[in-house]
């Protein structure tokens, strides 16, 4: 094997490591939150010694944010997805954006794979937790406040999005519904209708047509 498919190969085991871990670091805040994540938790389930955590991300703190944003990329996919079974593959529109969000946004409630889980946890945890939580939770919401606010913005510039004054105040009040349904389904998941709020959330998004 020459040094660049040696150097390829290394490459491959670091990114399958990194998912792992990622993914292993997911379920366990998913089940206790990010201040009862210790690496050698991580280390037990993954079978990797502490030292390659450490190469991987540096730190917990590190670690942590990388998550933050491997969620974020994971969402990203499943929306574009959703997105294309919406339209068909073509160009969509505003309204098919923020009708994806929601698909996208029940789909993964009712199933709750545990990546999901984390991030809603993180949100939580968020409030009065790690601070390295609280920046990676901040940015992770301001990119996806303003994403939500551009698809507004451009529905109100070609019409067919009506009854919004304030872009920015509508998609901080739309995450935080959204952010308030998935925190509710965790701690009353029996209590929360999930197809009464779905139909509820996108009546109200149906009317800004």
């Given at each position: 094997?020459?040094?660049?498919?040696?150097?390829?190969?290394?490459?491959?085991?670091?990114?399958?490591?990194?998912?792992?871990?990622?993914?292993?670091?997911?379920?366990?805040?998913?089940?206790?939150?990010?201040?009862?994540?210790?690496?050698?938790?991580?280390?037990?389930?993954?079978?990797?010694?502490?030292?390659?955590?450490?190469?991987?991300?540096?730190?917990?703190?590190?670690?942590?944010?990388r998550l933050v944003e491997f969620a974020a990329e994971k969402f990203?996919?499943?929306?574009?997805?959703?997105?294309?079974?919406?339209?068909?593959?073509?160009?969509?529109?505003?309204?098919?954006?923020?009708?994806?969000?929601?698909?996208?946004?029940?789909?993964?409630?009712?199933?709750?794979?545990?990546?999901?889980?984390?991030?809603?946890?993180?949100?939580?945890?968020?409030?009065?937790?790690?601070?390295?939580?609280?920046s990676a939770m901040t940015e992770a919401d301001r990119r996806y406040?303003?994403?939500?606010?551009?698809?507004?913005?451009?529905?109100?510039?070609?019409?067919?999005?009506?009854?919004?004054?304030?872009?920015?105040?509508?998609?901080?009040?739309?995450?935080?519904?959204?952010?308030?349904?998935?925190?509710?389904?965790?701690?009353?998941p029996g209590g929360i209708d999930l197809r009464a709020v779905r139909?509820?959330?996108?009546?109200?998004?149906?009317?800004?047509?």
């Amino acid at each position: 094997m020459d040094s660049s498919a040696e150097e390829h190969q290394v490459q491959r085991e670091q990114e399958i490591a990194r998912t792992r871990i990622l993914e292993t670091a997911a379920r366990l805040i998913g089940e206790a939150g990010f201040a009862r994540l210790k690496i050698g938790m991580i280390c037990a389930r993954t079978g990797y010694p502490s030292g390659v955590v450490y190469q991987l991300f540096g730190s917990k703190e590190t670690l942590v944010q990388r998550l933050v944003e491997f969620a974020a990329e994971k969402f990203a996919d499943v929306f574009s997805a959703a997105v294309a079974t919406r339209t068909g593959g073509l160009t969509p529109s505003p309204m098919d954006m923020l009708r994806a969000l929601l698909d996208i946004f029940f789909e993964l409630l009712t199933d709750m794979p545990p990546l999901n889980r984390a991030f809603v946890v993180l949100w939580t945890d968020a409030t009065v937790g790690d601070p390295a939580v609280r920046s990676a939770m901040t940015e992770a919401d301001r990119r996806y406040r303003f994403a939500i606010a551009q698809t507004v913005a451009a529905g109100l510039a070609d019409g067919s999005i009506t009854g919004v004054r304030d872009p920015d105040a509508y998609a901080a009040a739309l995450v935080g519904q959204l952010r308030g349904i998935a925190v509710a389904s965790i701690i009353d998941p029996g209590g929360i209708d999930l197809r009464a709020v779905r139909a509820e959330m996108e009546y109200a998004v149906d009317r800004l047509a």
